[in-house]
């Protein structure tokens, strides 16, 4: 499923009518008998719905949606905020054909003092004022009725996007309607998987219209959902003749002495989600801890200085050609200097820098760029890390999430998985992909780090990168939906996610 801005599906709904024929008349029709189709689930015949019509397409799609509300035998309101004689174009033809049914509306230019009270008496509202095309302040009335329909207390139901909101991200304020949920078209947009725009859609329905798949693949829009079809069908099998070397031998390097469990739970991740052989690379000083919390793994000892690995080791101390990936970074600390990329240039299998890896990854980014490695490089950024790497703020960061790590991905040729709610997958020729697992519980120390042992894990199964990264991403994220159906929100730890992953894996599979 893609997700797309506003002009991205202006450009699709005129290539659908331009080059394929299907009429503006036709899709609107047909949005509105989806969006009615759906609605009939979930709302009573003996409800009472209020329709917010603006002038331009969207107020097009309310007024089908209230011809067919009408026929039905619903208690009704239509307002059309708007002049009449401003709705124009498609949405003035539905608004004739529904004229014609017999049907009648209330003009809120000569009505407005009573608009508040027939809010009230409603149960459901519609908001179909402002489509995908909203640029800057909202002007009269349209801010007035906004205000007065979020402060109404009533179900609110937003077409195709909510009134007011961008479609595309970048903006730090957003003023618009909130709605409980939003019946979209064809599409989600680009804006519902950004905050703070994310907090007005409410719960997302994505309602077919009978727009082709060729007009998707001719304007080609570049983003799509990570779905759980996708998950199940791309999920690696293990043949029947696997022994633990074919499965991946994965090294995990971090660790410190202040952070002897991040590494911990990335190599304990790693073995969870598939790797056949599992090496942590740590300080000799810690592995007497980590040794009796890990027993499935073996172990690198390595020199240290002040507790960290030293700075020299990553070139000189290891052999990387007995391993098939490298996860680099969790706990690795941050005082002593560490030359990644000097270390892992030659290495040419699959290489995951998260963490304080990032952050000496950092100071040496212009290698990174001169000579991309042979090998996949995958970097696993929140966005204050992103913020270190981009030379942007944190707010800067989150505001431009799609934009930011697709330049990235592109410049430094790098897998580019940036963490948070709705986390971005970006591929270095540009795909993107949007993951709509996971909650607020992932909030909490250690959950990245077993995000990377996943996805290096995955990477190791002989699938493709991006099929790995995708999968790993996913299922992170429904490892914490699963743990809230038990759990309190507040107290999920890292490693309860890898306590359930043999159970949620187990649900994909079969």
């Keep these: 499923m893609y997700v797309v801005t506003g002009g991205e599906m202006h450009q699709i709904d005129r290539y659908t009518m331009d080059q394929l024929g299907l009429s503006e008349e036709i899709l609107m029709e047909n949005a509105g008998q989806a969006f009615v189709r759906h609605l009939l689930t979930s709302v009573s015949i003996d409800e009472k719905v209020i329709v917010l019509i603006g002038a331009g397409n969207n107020g097009g799609d309310g007024f089908v949606i209230s011809r067919l509300l009408a026929e039905k035998g619903f208690q009704f309101e239509i307002w059309v905020v708007p002049p009449v004689e401003r709705v124009k174009g498609t949405a003035r033809f539905h608004m004739d054909i529904f004229k014609r049914c017999g049907y ?4 809120y230019e000569a009505n407005s003092i009573g608009f508040r009270e027939s809010l009230n008496t409603c149960s459901v509202i519609i908001d179909a004022l402002l ?6 302040n909202l002007r009269k009335p349209y801010a007035y009725v906004i205000k007065a329909v979020n402060e109404s207390e009533k179900r609110i139901i937003s077409v195709d996007i909510p009134s007011g909101v961008p479609s595309s991200e970048g903006e730090a304020e957003v003023y618009g309607v909130i709605a409980n949920e939003t019946f979209t078209f064809q599409a989600p947009k680009l804006s519902a998987f950004v905050y703070p725009s994310a907090l007005h859609f409410g719960e997302v329905h994505t309602l077919e219209i009978g727009i082709p798949k060729i007009a998707f693949t001719e304007v080609a829009p570049q983003r799509q959902l990570i779905t759980e079809k996708r998950v199940r069908t791309t999920l690696a099998k293990r043949p029947a003749d696997a022994h633990k070397g074919k499965a991946g031998r994965a090294l995990i390097i971090g660790g410190t002495q202040e952070m002897t469990g991040a590494p911990v739970l990335t190599t304990d991740a790693c073995l969870r989600a598939g790797a056949g052989l599992a090496t942590m690379a740590i300080p000799a000083c810690i592995h007497p801890i980590v040794t009796q919390k890990l027993t499935e793994s073996t172990f690198m000892k390595l020199p240290d200085a002040e507790g960290e690995i030293r700075s020299d080791v990553l070139k000189e101390e290891i052999s990387y050609i007995q391993y098939d990936g490298i996860a680099i970074g969790p706990g690795m600390g941050r005082n002593i200097s560490k030359p990644i990329y000097e270390a892992l240039r030659s290495f ?10 990032l952050y000496h990854m950092s100071n040496e980014l212009h290698r990174w760029c001169e000579e991309p490695r042979s090998g996949p490089t995958i970097i696993t950024p929140h966005p204050g890390e992103m913020a ?20 990235f991905a592109k410049k430094y040729q790098m897998y580019v998985v940036l963490k948070g709610p709705f986390t971005i997958v970006t591929t270095p020729v540009g795909e993107q992909w949007v993951n709509t697992t996971g909650n607020a519980s992932l909030a909490k120390g250690g959950s990245g780090d077993v995000l990377t042992g996943m996805i290096l894990a995955l990477v190791l199964q002989q699938h493709s990168v991006i099929d790995a990264i995708c999968n790993a991403v996913h299922i992170h994220g429904k490892l914490a939906d699963k743990m809230i159906e038990t759990h309190d929100i507040f107290s999920v730890k890292a490693s309860d996610l890898i306590h359930s992953l043999p159970r949620v894996l187990r649900s994909y599979r079969y």
């Design 104 to 107: 009648s509306f209330i003009e």
């Design 131 to 136: 489509g995908t095309g909203v640029k800057g």
């Design 348 to 357: 040419n299998g699959p290489v995951v820098i998260d963490a304080d890896g």
């Design 388 to 407: 270190l790497l981009t030379g942007r703020t944190i707010k800067e960061v989150e505001e431009h999430r799609f934009e930011y790590t697709l330049d």
